[in-house]
Nanobody
Framework: VQLQASGGGVVQAGGSLKLSCAASGPIANINGMAWHRQAPGSVRELVAD???????NYTPAVRGRFAISRDDSRNTVTLQMNGLKPEDTAVYYC???????????????WGQGTLVTVSS
């Protein structure tokens, strides 16, 4: 199983970006999906997550500006980021909890990271 993230780039403060992450390989089902980020010199932090039933959770710093969604028919998770601020600059990583077959245990998978740079 591999996760491929895309959509990062450079944007001015106040702008928007949409990140996408697609899982490929043998997949029976996907439980939780999430986006994390890591700014230079900082630890990786959770940005937003979404359960299989669609319940969402956001870190307070992005609540009201970011929106996470999932499409289980395409094994994808997206992060719509609006009202971007310079402090949102970071490498963003997607994350999924995946069962490769119906009887297998759930494993955690990470995407390769996509850089988001917000200029002031």
């Amino acid at each position: 199983v591999q996760l491929q993230a895309s959509g990062g780039g450079v944007v001015q403060a106040g702008g928007s970006l949409k990140l996408s992450c697609a899982a490929s390989g043998p997949i029976a089902n996907i439980n939780g999906m999430a986006w994390h980020r890591q700014a230079p010199g900082s630890v990786r932090e959770l940005v937003a997550d979404i359960t299989r039933l669609g319940s969402t959770n956001y870190t307070p710093a992005v609540r009201g500006r970011f929106a996470i969604s999932r499409d289980d028919s395409r094994n994808t998770v997206t992060l719509q980021m609006n009202g971007l601020k310079p402090e949102d600059t970071a490498v963003y990583y997607c994350y999924m909890q995946i069962k490769r077959t119906a009887g297998a245990k759930t494993n955690n998978y990470w995407g390769q990271g996509t850089l988001v740079t917000v200029s002031s």
